[in-house]
């Protein structure tokens, strides 16, 4: 352990992560929750950011952690975090219940007329953004077609946006809190791939869930525009296994599912594309 007050070895859980300031602001709340024995969270952490944290937290004994964003495919998550056995679920238990009753979140309705001046998830998190709130304090915005979007956030936020989000692009709106089960989640959009590929390098498995040349994948994978598991990689050797997801950003994900061997020594790979 570090000797300079710190309960963690900060240094060391640092020295290789790509989203530094985020994953210090979670050391400071692991380390506030075990000196107060309680559980803390974070603020909303993007998809890389929270998989930096999961996977720094994951070997540590000091403190347990679940996160939650509102429903099971949220992008963005809060982070609780508490001393030992305070996040401990009993056999059968639903963890999904416990990050439920842990993560604190509040959702609120914006509904306006949006018929003639459509407005995207950007126009939504501007105008929010507008009333002096900062972006971590919000996590997914769910756009509910002409009548305006529901939002996931802190919830001390939301008297402040009742009161000052009134107006998205030209379109007056409403804005009004609403439950958590309340949010009309739609299913991800996906598509089934099955490839034959002489290894399981990222390049020969990125190209084929992507369906482009594996000469341009390579290409991309070198540039630091491949992400496996929200980590950029840039050699393109790097295998893969099942469950890795790859990202590109712009252009979607790719999960990688199960892997068989053919009689030829070649491996049969299931892809799920999420466009």
């Not at 989203?19 to 998809?47: G, N, Q, Y």
């Not at 009993?90 to 007329?113: F, H, M, T």
């Not at 999960?255 to 061997?261: D, F, I, K, Y």
């Amino acid at each position: 352990m570090e000797t300079t007050g710190h309960l963690l070895p900060r240094s060391e859980l640092l020295q290789r992560v790509e989203h530094r300031e985020a994953i210090a602001r979670t050391l400071d709340l692991a380390e506030r929750a075990m000196k107060t024995w309680e559980v803390v969270c974070s603020d909303f952490l993007s998809p890389p950011e929270l998989a930096e944290a999961m996977a720094i937290f994951e070997p540590l004994a000091e403190v347990e952690t679940v996160a939650w964003g509102g429903y099971p495919q949220a992008e963005r998550q809060r982070l609780a975090i508490a001393p030992p056995s305070m996040l401990i679920a009993s056999p059968g238990d639903d963890p999904q219940a416990l990050a439920k009753a842990v993560v604190e979140l509040a959702a609120i309705e914006v509904r306006g007329n949006f018929l003639f001046d459509t407005a995207t998830h950007r126009d939504f998190l501007g105008s929010i953004l507008a009333t002096g709130i900062v972006r971590e304090k919000v996590g997914d915005i769910l756009a509910v077609g002409e009548q305006g979007a529901q939002i996931v956030l802190e919830p001390q936020l939301v008297p402040h946006l009742e009161m000052s989000l009134t107006q998205v692009r030209s379109v007056p709106v409403k804005t009004k809190q609403i439950s958590i089960e309340a949010l009309r989640v739609r299913p991800p959009r996906t598509k089934s791939i099955t490839t034959v590929e002489a290894s399981m390098r990222l390049d020969a498995i990125a190209s084929a869930g992507f369906s482009t040349s594996r000469s341009r994948m390579a290409g991309d994978i070198q540039t630091g525009e491949v992400k496996v598991n929200w980590k950029t990689i840039t050699q393109a050797s790097r295998p893969v296994a099942t469950g890795d997801l790859i990202a590109i950003r712009g252009r979607g994900r790719v999960q990688v599912g199960e892997v068989s061997t053919t009689k030829k020594g070649r491996y049969r790979v299931e892809l799920t594309r999420y466009l």
